[in-house]
């Protein structure tokens, strides 16, 4: 059957194209995609092309889908695989394959499987592995979101402490602890928040620093009243302008330092910040991915010896963290909604993705059966003045406190009109 999707022939250059699918095996899934958001990472592939580490050296001639934090609905099951998936279930995917010591991964390494496409194909890798996911949840997006989730997740279970006397790792955050997220109001960041403020590991203090007064104001908006009704002191801090930012910050810890602090921007200044306010046998999370491998920053080595603070990074998370996502969106505990401030359809993809760092706002979701060029939640209203759809969905956006929902999603599948 024929699919359309935005494929990647080499550094900066993704089309969006139509194209056959082979038939499927009888260890693969056909799967109808409804929903993919735009990862920083797809950008971070789309600019260096072959020299990305998961991208194939001949993506050129042979090109591959982008897009990894989809879901959908199956449409055929293979033999091998019917005894556990049928046609018309709905699923996620978790992406971090690690198959047989193989980077290749969906959105980076497939010409047949990838989340920016009206249908794709599941290889039997994904299968073997578990990480096509059943989903029973409402909306889409919150089973496409749960893969960025999962990436949030994982990293507060990697953080880790230690025991005076004992070589043995205690991991996840300090519960009770105080905690620093920098540059926090970000997508991922926001995903953290509301991670961090309904986890059973909750810190008693999260301090979270941007340098951007409009992205604070929402968050603040968002979560200032539920951090407090979940017990946790919740403070936004704006470190533009302040030239001693770690002094600022020790100020609210009385200057015995954070147990934990997580870095969502790969920028020195933030990293070394990160460092200066560690606690004793704190640790420093490094989330944000860099697109430079010499980049770098100062660590006081004095203190990783005498204080015993360390630094993990991590990048993805796996199957446990993806599913404790889902469980914990279905039973309503988090709203992956928080990061989305982009709706559009496919033909959206490759100008957004090129141009995902100077595009502000949260999480892009795509909607991959319908054409539409990406919209702010904050432009429906405008755009409903002359189209009574998009006036009804700012009505519906309006009665979610601005964020994105399922009854938005649901109102989308079933009124727009204009197909990819």
Not at 25 to 52: P, Q
Request: net charge negative.
């Amino acid at each position: 059957m024929k699919t359309k999707a935005v494929r990647l022939y080499g550094a900066s250059d993704l089309r969006l194209e139509e194209l056959e699918l082979p038939k499927i095996k009888d260890d693969e899934i056909l799967v109808k995609v409804i929903t993919d958001s735009i990862c920083m990472s797809t950008y971070k592939a789309a600019i260096l092309g072959e020299n990305h580490k998961r991208v194939p050296n001949d993506v050129s001639e042979n090109p591959i889908i982008v897009g990894h934090e989809f879901a959908g609905v199956i449409e055929e099951v293979g033999a091998k695989w019917q005894h556990q998936f049928k046609s018309g279930q709905k699923f996620a995917i978790q992406p971090a394959l690690n198959y047989k010591g193989s980077m290749a991964s969906p959105g980076y390494s497939y010409m047949y499987f990838g989340g920016n496409a009206t249908y794709t194909v599941i290889p039997q890798e994904v299968m073997e592995l578990g990480c096509l996911l059943p989903y029973e949840g409402e909306a889409f997006y919150d089973a496409s979101l749960a893969e960025p989730m999962s990436c949030i997740i994982g990293a507060f279970h990697a953080s880790y402490h230690t025991k005076p006397g004992k070589y043995e790792h205690e991991m996840g955050i300090v519960e009770g602890g105080k905690m620093a997220l920098l540059a926090g109001c970000g997508p991922m960041g926001l995903g953290a928040i509301d991670y961090i403020i309904h986890c059973d590991r909750k810190p008693s203090l999260l301090v979270v620093t941007d340098i951007d007064e409009e992205k604070i104001n929402r968050a603040r908006s968002i979560f200032e009243e539920d951090a407090k009704n979940c017990g946790v002191e919740l403070i936004f801090v704006n470190t533009k302008g302040i030239e001693n930012v770690h002094k600022q910050l020790l100020e609210y810890v009385d200057g015995v330092g954070y147990n934990d602090v997580f870095v969502y921007a790969p920028v020195q200044g933030l990293l070394e910040d990160a460092d200066k306010i560690l606690g004793k046998d704190g640790c420093l999370n490094f989330f944000a991915g860099p697109t430079d491998n010499e980049f770098s920053a100062k660590v006081n080595f004095y203190n990783v010896h005498y204080a015993a603070t360390h630094l993990v990074g991590t990048s993805g998370g796996n199957t446990d963290d993806m599913k404790e996502s889902l469980d914990m969106s279905a039973k309503g505990l988090i709203n992956p909604a928080v990061m989305v401030t982009h709706i559009g359809g496919l033909n959206a993809v490759a100008d957004t993705t090129l141009n995902l760092p100077d595009i502000p706002g949260g999480k892009k979701l795509i909607y991959s059966h319908i054409e539409m060029d990406l919209t702010g939640l904050d432009e429906f209203e405008e755009k409903g003045k002359e189209d009574p759809f998009f006036a009804e969905l700012a009505k519906i956006v309006k009665k979610h406190k601005g964020l994105w929902s399922a009854e938005a999603e649901r109102f989308l599948l079933d009124n727009y009109t204009k197909n990819i």
